[in-house]
Every structure is written in C-alpha cells, then in structure tokens.
C-alpha cells in the first residue's frame, strides 16, 4: 500500500451532486452520495430549501470526516478491509458523511492514465468505495481536484499541457504572474458556470457546490480582513463564486495551526471562530445558500501537542459548529480530517485519527453526531419548525 502524505487546502474547483447508486461516476463529477437506501430511490435525494439541506422536505444536518485515500487504497483488493474498517467505525460513531477522493491524474495507480483516458480497475476501486458507504448507511462528498501535486492535481494538467506543446513557462507562475492569475480568476468563474449548467442540463436532481478554503477576493472588499493574513488572497472569492446560481451550496476549511503557526492556541480557535461566524453569515445573508465546514483538524506534529489539546480542539469546533445550526440553520455540518484505519501508519499526515485507538476523541465524534441528530429532530418537530420560522424571520431582519 503506497500513500501520499497530507493533501491540505485543496481549493482547487469541484463539483458536488448527489449520487443514488452504486454506478461509476464515468464523468468525473464531484458527488455528494445520498445515502442508497435500497428501495424508496426517490426520497434520497439531498435538497436545499432555502438556506438549509433537506431530506424528504425536512431538515438534514450532519457529522461527517475525510478520509482522502480510499479509492487509492481499494485498488489493490487486500487492502479493501480497511475501507470497510473505517465506514463500520465511523458509522457506530454516528458519523454519516464521508469526503473522499475520486482523482488521481497521472502518476502511481492512476484514474486518469492521460487526459481523457482511465483505468478501469482503478474505477472499480471507487465502486467498491462507493458500495461500502451504502451498505454503511453513510453519505460520500466525492472530490475531483487537488491544486498541488498530491495524486497529480494542478502540476499534471500543466505538465500535460506542456507536453501538448501548450506555451507554458511553470507552476508557480500561476502565483506571481499578474496575468496568469487574472486568467485564473476568469477561469474558475467561466469553469464553474460551464460545468454548474452541465451538470444541471443531465440532472437537476443533483446538488453542486465549490470546494475551496473560503479566501476573500475583491467583490467585498472588507471581508479581505477575514482571511488568515488580512488582505491575503490566492485567486478565489468565497463570495462572487459561490453566488452562481447553478451553486447550490458553499464550503469552507480552515488549518489555524497551519496558517497561523506563530500564534497560540487561543488565537488560533478565536480565528476558527471569526473564520466561521462570517462564513455563516454570509452564506445566510449574501449567498442565501447552506454552508458545511469541510476540513478542519489539529496537527500532532506541533510543538506542545496533547491528546487533551486535541480534544478540546476538536470539541470547540464541534461546539460552533452545532451552535450556528442551532441558531437558525445554514450549517449543515463539519468533516474532521481525518480518519484511518489501524496499521496505516505510511499515510499519516499529523491529523490522523484511527477511532479504534483514540477513544476519547472517539468520545468526542460521538457526541457531536448526537448532538446534530438530536438537533435534526428537535427541527422537524412542529415546535421546531416554528423556531426556525422565527429564526429565520429575525435573521432576514436583521439583514
């Protein structure tokens, strides 16, 4: 088993929509897999109402993980136990959705062997990915592109490009350049609408979304202030992208530790809470469109690190988290990265959680996916249905 170390802020453009069946996505779109309930195939589409996902009309909230490598893995079929591993654990956790990737573009085990051009044991490996999640009752977010090399990404369509004797100079032209990220900029506007329209075109059941970090650009200038550094930006505005109309929903990520490594631990979960307080405001007043908090973790590699810090880590997200869905919906959930099976200590990135072996954060999942549950049924009680009417009555005011 090969794997390939942490793959982090992937912003890179992606489509999510909702898959019923084991089919394979033949036409590399992103998927947001409904769960494939054996019979009422209809019910199990994912929708959204306004600024909430729905689930046969009625609120759907969630506590889900990454756990980027098991197409990967499943290529080669005696590792496929530890795919199966993983859904079992997370499913007793209440874990009930999955991010994971569907790419692998050029390289070692390759999806995409060339442009247009794929390998059919290596679909195969995503179709058993896909079967094991519906046996587990546990819904897939499918991603397509990673802006780093990591399972080809960004650098291998460059490179292929180049080898079809496209003029291009080097990857990180793309981050001095000022026409290159010009270009960049209209592209992934242009791209997004190109493909939103297509996939709505051969199926208008399927939600679409953009995977990206959540960086402020230029259409709100003030909002630059939100970003790690203020005034940073790497060619994306969380605003002006995801307010397409063929988007149905807005993702974010956030790596405190990573992005803002010389502050403390309190400094860097106030920024997790500004970064997603924002986040969801806008999502409720600007984009009137669901948000789900898509990677977030702590590094055990840094200095001072504990179990218990952790854990209280991961409790303070969770806690935000439940809160802002609480108060009035747009939150749909949060996806932890992320987690692995025992014995795969090669893919080990820092951020790694085996739920067989860290009870306490284990604990910790657990509870949350309670909670979201719990606050899911609270919603579709008809004492709930009043509060978020009311909510939602008091939010649009106030905006």
């Not at 912003?11 to 590399?28: A, C, D, E, P």
């Not at 009752?137 to 369509?157: A, C, E, M, V, W």
């Not at 000022?178 to 209209?186: I, P, R, S």
């Amino acid at each position: 088993m090969a794997c390939i170390g942490k793959i982090s802020f992937i912003w890179g453009v992606f489509l999510l929509l909702s898959l019923l069946n084991v089919n394979r996505t033949r036409n590399l779109l992103v998927s947001l897999v409904s769960k494939a309930s054996s019979t009422h195939v209809a019910s199990v589409f994912i929708q959204t109402r306004d600024t909430h996902f729905v689930l046969n009309g009625s609120p759907f909230l969630f506590n889900g993980f990454n756990s980027y490598w098991m197409m990967h893995v499943a290529v080669e079929p005696s590792e496929r136990h530890k795919i199966s591993n993983v859904f079992r654990e997370a499913s007793a956790a209440g874990l009930n959705v999955c991010r994971t990737w569907a790419f692998s573009d050029g390289g070692y085990q390759p999806l995409q062997i060339s442009p247009g051009v794929y390998d059919e044991h290596v679909f195969q490996a995503l179709d058993f990915v896909v079967s094991e999640a519906r046996k587990y009752g546990i819904r897939l977010i499918l991603s397509l592109t990673n802006n780093y090399q990591d399972y080809g990404g960004r650098p291998q369509y460059v490179q292929w490009a180049r080898s079809a004797g496209v003029p291009v100079n080097n990857d990180d032209d793309f981050y001095t350049n000022a026409v290159v990220k010009g270009y960049y900029k209209n592209y992934v506007k242009v791209w997004v609408q190109e493909m939103g329209s297509y996939v709505k075109s051969i199926d208008n059941k399927h939600l679409l979304g953009i995977g990206m970090d959540g960086f402020y650009g230029d259409s709100i200038q003030d909002r630059k202030q939100y970003n790690p550094i203020p005034g940073y930006q790497v060619g994306t505005d969380f605003i002006s992208n995801n307010l397409i109309k063929e988007i149905d929903f807005a993702t974010i990520h956030a790596y405190a530790d990573a992005w803002l490594p010389e502050q403390n631990d309190s400094s860097q979960m106030a920024f997790i809470q500004r970064w997603l307080t924002i986040h969801w405001t806008d999502s409720r007043t600007i984009l009137k469109k669901p948000l789900i908090f898509a990677e977030f973790g702590k590094s055990k590699k840094n200095l001072g690190y504990s179990l218990s810090t952790g854990d209280s880590f991961l409790n303070f997200v969770y806690t935000n988290i439940y809160n802002l869905a609480r108060n009035g919906g747009t939150m749909g959930g949060g996806l932890v990265w992320q987690i692995f099976d025992e014995g795969m200590e090669s893919c080990y990135d820092g951020y790694e959680i085996v739920l067989t072996q860290n009870q306490s954060t284990t604990s910790v999942i657990a509870q949350q996916s309670n909670k979201m549950k719990a606050l899911e049924h609270t919603l579709n009680s008809p004492q709930g249905k009043i509060l978020s009417k009311r909510n939602n009555q008091s939010h649009d005011k106030r905006s």
